[in-house]
């Protein structure tokens, strides 16, 4: 019978309608959008927080219907949006933080690298001054005659009247536009005996154990140095080249250690913590056959060691 | 009576954040809904003056949003130009894929 056909189909349909999901094409836009962010390699771990306010936002959606529906897809749309947009700014906000580091370890290399450009400058003025005024000195000593009784046996370093002829203005002034730059940039080294600074020759008078008035600076780093080990003893070697006798080279050593020494006392060192010693031309830094080498070894060296370590100073 | 306050604080920080660069027209939107909210509640229709904050809300997070990461992508290439700028000047080569 025909009714009975349109009746069963009928009842089909109403079947059909009733088991099929209900399709809301803004709640699946936007739960597709969260689901691709979750998935996301580099956002997924980024904006959990306005990732879960958007997934609440979405399920009220699910659930709503009419008017309140429509404001809902409004809201989730844009808390959506904000997810999206706040794991961007994290990822970001990273690769800026990397960029901060990259940039800081750049500078501290430039840094590094000026730093490292200055010292060789300095020390080049330094080795080329010292050359230069060992050179005069010769030349001095050469056009003026030594005196018998006072020059005879000494070295040229230690002949005071034919160093003093030296006219200051040609010999020293040179060295003294950069001797406090110098001596402001000297720095602890480590030496054989321990922690060590060095004084360069330049900071005492030509071929005399007298301080140059401009040698404070040297000076007073030296006394930083020494006061940051207060326990330690004070070893202060005086040294020279390989020109002119043992005897007069030790001499001068000494007495250079010793005018050291007067300068540290007089800025409150304790005499007790300092030894001296004179080792002339006994250990040399470099050979003595050139200017530039004999310039280095005239030295005066200010060493921290340990109490009572090296007995036979002064 | 509907919270007005709490969609003023989102819109003046993202005003703050530099939303007006980064986000006008959300700034925009949010604006207008808020002064629409006002007008409701004027005329005695919380209903719609929630609805409307809300929206006002939403939008001024989302202008907040995008603000931060406007900002942060501007920092970001500055940085890369300054990098490149000191590598140029240290002789150091650019890294693969290097922003320029």
């Given at each position: 019978?025909?009714?009975?056909?349109?009746?069963?189909?009928?009842?089909?349909?109403?079947?059909?309608?009733?088991?099929?999901?209900?399709?809301?094409?803004?709640?699946?836009?936007?739960?597709?959008?969260?689901?691709?962010?979750?998935?996301?390699?580099?956002?997924?771990?980024?904006?959990?927080?306005?990732?879960?306010?958007?997934?609440?936002?979405?399920?009220?959606?699910?659930?709503?219907?009419?008017?309140?529906?429509?404001?809902?897809?409004?809201?989730?749309?844009?808390?959506?949006?904000?997810?999206?947009?706040?794991?961007?700014?994290?990822?970001?906000?990273?690769?800026?933080?990397?960029?901060?580091?990259?940039?800081?370890?750049?500078?501290?290399?430039?840094?590094?690298?000026?730093?490292?450009?200055?010292?060789?400058?300095?020390?080049?003025?330094?080795?080329?001054?010292?050359?230069?005024?060992?050179?005069?000195?010769?030349?001095?000593?050469?056009?003026?005659?030594?005196?018998?009784?006072?020059?005879?046996?000494?070295?040229?370093?230690?002949?005071?009247?034919?160093?003093?002829?030296?006219?200051?203005?040609?010999?020293?002034?040179?060295?003294?536009?950069?001797?406090?730059?110098?001596?402001?940039?000297?720095?602890p080294e480590l030496g054989p005996r321990g922690a060590q600074m060095?004084?360069?020759?330049?900071?005492?008078?030509?071929?005399?154990?007298?301080?140059?008035?401009?040698?404070?600076?040297?000076?007073?780093?030296?006394?930083?140095?020494?006061?940051?080990?207060?326990?330690?003893?004070?070893?202060?070697?005086?040294?020279?080249?390989?020109?002119?006798?043992?005897?007069?080279?030790?001499?001068?050593?000494?007495?250079?250690?010793?005018?050291?020494?007067?300068?540290?006392?007089?800025?409150?060192?304790?005499?007790?913590?300092?030894?001296?010693?004179?080792?002339?031309?006994?250990?040399?830094?470099?050979?003595?056959?050139?200017?530039?080498?004999?310039?280095?070894?005239?030295?005066?060296?200010?060493i921290l060691?340990?109490?009572?370590?090296?007995?036979?100073?002064? | 009576?509907?919270?007005?306050?709490?969609?003023?604080?989102?819109?003046?920080?993202?005003?703050?954040?530099?939303?007006?660069?980064?986000?006008?027209?959300?700034?925009?939107?949010?604006?207008?809904?808020?002064?629409?909210?006002?007008?409701?509640?004027?005329?005695?229709?919380?209903?719609?003056?929630?609805?409307?904050?809300?929206?006002?809300?939403?939008?001024?997070?989302?202008?907040?949003?995008?603000?931060?990461?406007?900002?942060?992508?501007?920092?970001?290439?500055?940085?890369?130009?300054?990098?490149?700028?000191?590598?140029?000047?240290?002789?150091?080569?650019?890294?693969?894929?290097?922003?320029?």
């Open positions: 019978m025909p009714w009975r056909y349109t009746l069963v189909a009928a009842a089909s349909l109403l079947a059909a309608c009733g088991s099929a999901p209900r399709r809301d094409l803004d709640y699946d836009r936007m739960q597709a959008r969260l689901d691709e962010l979750a998935a996301d390699p580099q956002l997924s771990k980024y904006a959990t927080a306005e990732r879960a306010f958007a997934e609440t936002m979405l399920r009220r959606l699910d659930v709503a219907g009419g008017k309140e529906h429509e404001q809902l897809v409004y809201l989730a749309e844009r808390r959506v949006d904000i997810a999206y947009i706040a794991a961007q700014t994290a990822l970001e906000a990273d690769e800026l933080a990397r960029l901060e580091r990259e940039q800081a370890a750049l500078l501290l290399d430039a840094s590094r690298r000026e730093t490292e450009a200055a010292r060789e400058e300095l020390d080049r003025q330094r080795r080329q001054e010292l050359a230069r005024l060992e050179e005069a000195q010769r030349a001095a000593q050469v056009q003026v005659p030594v005196p018998p009784a006072v020059g005879a046996g000494l070295p040229p370093e230690t002949a005071a009247p034919p160093v003093e002829s030296v006219p200051p203005a040609q010999a020293s002034a040179p060295a003294a536009a950069t001797l406090a730059e110098r001596l402001a940039a000297i720095a060095t004084l360069e020759d330049l900071a005492f008078e030509p071929g005399r154990a007298t301080l140059r008035a401009d040698a404070g600076v040297g000076i007073d780093r030296m006394l930083v140095f020494v006061e940051r080990d207060a326990h330690k003893t004070i070893r202060i070697e005086g040294h020279t080249d390989a020109t002119g006798s043992v005897e007069a080279n030790r001499d001068l050593s000494l007495r250079r250690a010793e005018a050291v020494r007067d300068a540290l006392v007089a800025r409150g060192i304790p005499t007790e913590r300092i030894r001296v010693y004179g080792l002339g031309e006994g250990e040399p830094l470099a050979p003595n056959e050139d200017a530039e080498g004999r310039a280095l070894n005239r030295r005066v060296v200010v060691e340990a109490a009572d370590k090296t007995p036979g100073g002064v | 009576m509907p919270d007005v306050d709490g969609a003023v604080r989102a819109l003046a920080l993202a005003t703050e954040s530099g939303a007006a660069t980064y986000a006008p027209l959300e700034l925009r939107f949010a604006t207008e809904q808020l002064d629409q909210a006002r007008a409701a509640i004027a005329g005695g229709d919380a209903k719609q003056a929630r609805l409307l904050i809300d929206r006002a809300a939403a939008n001024g997070d989302l202008a907040l949003a995008k603000a931060r990461l406007g900002r942060v992508r501007e920092d970001s290439r500055a940085k890369a130009a300054q990098i490149a700028e000191l590598k140029a000047r240290l002789g150091v080569a650019p890294a693969a894929g290097e922003r320029p």
